[in-house]
């Protein structure tokens, strides 16, 4: 795993969920990340509902934790089958 990975991996482990205050990696909500080219990164994350307003917060907050990290310019955040993926890379 790159730097940058482990950094990405570490800003997303500090995403909980407010009702229980369990982190996404306990949950095992989220799986690999990669860098798809300098300064892209994509992450992927599980979730079982493809229409749920949460899966989209989580998401959300996935690629707003990979860009803080510095030399990240681009995240791009994947549910697989969520019917909101092409939205939330929009953003």
Same mark, same amino acid.
Request: net charge positive.
């Given at each position: 795993?790159?730097?940058? +990975? +482990? %950094? =990405?991996?570490?800003?997303?482990?500090?995403?909980?969920?407010?009702?229980?205050? =369990?982190? *996404?990696?306990?949950?095992?909500?989220?799986?690999?990340?990669?860098?798809?080219?300098?300064g892209?990164? +994509?992450?992927?994350?599980?979730?079982?509902?493809?229409?749920?307003?949460? $899966?989209?917060?989580?998401?959300?907050? =996935?690629?707003a934790?990979? *860009?803080?990290?510095?030399?990240?310019?681009? $995240? *791009?955040?994947?549910?697989?089958?969520?019917?909101?993926? +092409?939205? =939330?890379?929009? %953003?």
């Amino acid at each position: 795993m790159s730097v940058i +990975e +482990e %950094q =990405i991996h570490t800003a997303v482990e500090q995403i909980a969920r407010a009702k229980n205050r =369990i982190n *996404l990696w306990e949950m095992n909500m989220t799986t690999n990340v990669s860098q798809a080219e300098s300064g892209v990164v +994509e992450k992927d994350f599980f979730h079982r509902s493809p229409f749920c307003s949460f $899966a989209f917060k989580v998401a959300v907050d =996935i690629k707003a934790a990979a *860009l803080s990290v510095k030399r990240v310019k681009k $995240a *791009l955040v994947y549910r697989g089958d969520h019917t909101i993926d +092409e939205e =939330i890379n929009k %953003q």
